[in-house]
Nanobody, 115 residues
């Protein structure tokens, strides 16, 4: 059974930094890509950033220059480092992966950016 568990979401002031973690079980990040999405209040879930099984990162336009994705294959964990956070970054952040037949999502972790 594949499970993704995100942690690290919290309140942070504008301009601050935050790192989210996603522990993946049941599927190996050595062989599968992973990504982060976010859902702002009242909006659809949007793509943020992803990393291939080989470790190559891809960024949405708003993530470039502020967000970084990384992973630890030994821990089967993917990370989202967010810098210079803005109130518009307030959202529930979701971890994602997939195999040949199915997509998998975590339960999400809330990030709130406000003063």
């Amino acid at each position: 059974q594949v499970q993704l568990v995100e942690t690290g979401g919290r309140w942070v002031q504008p301009g601050g930094s935050l790192t989210l973690s996603c522990v993946v079980s049941g599927i190996s990040l050595n062989d599968h890509a992973a990504a982060w999405y976010r859902q702002l209040p009242g909006q659809q879930r949007d793509y943020v950033i992803s990393i291939t099984s080989q470790g190559f990162a891809h960024y949405s336009d708003f993530a470039k220059g502020r967000f970084t994705i990384s992973k630890d294959n030994a821990q089967n964990t993917v990370y989202l480092q967010m810098n210079r956070l803005k109130p518009d970054d307030t959202a529930v952040y979701y971890c994602w992966t997939m195999n040949a037949s199915q997509e998998y999502w975590g339960q999400g972790t809330q990030v709130t950016v406000s003063s």
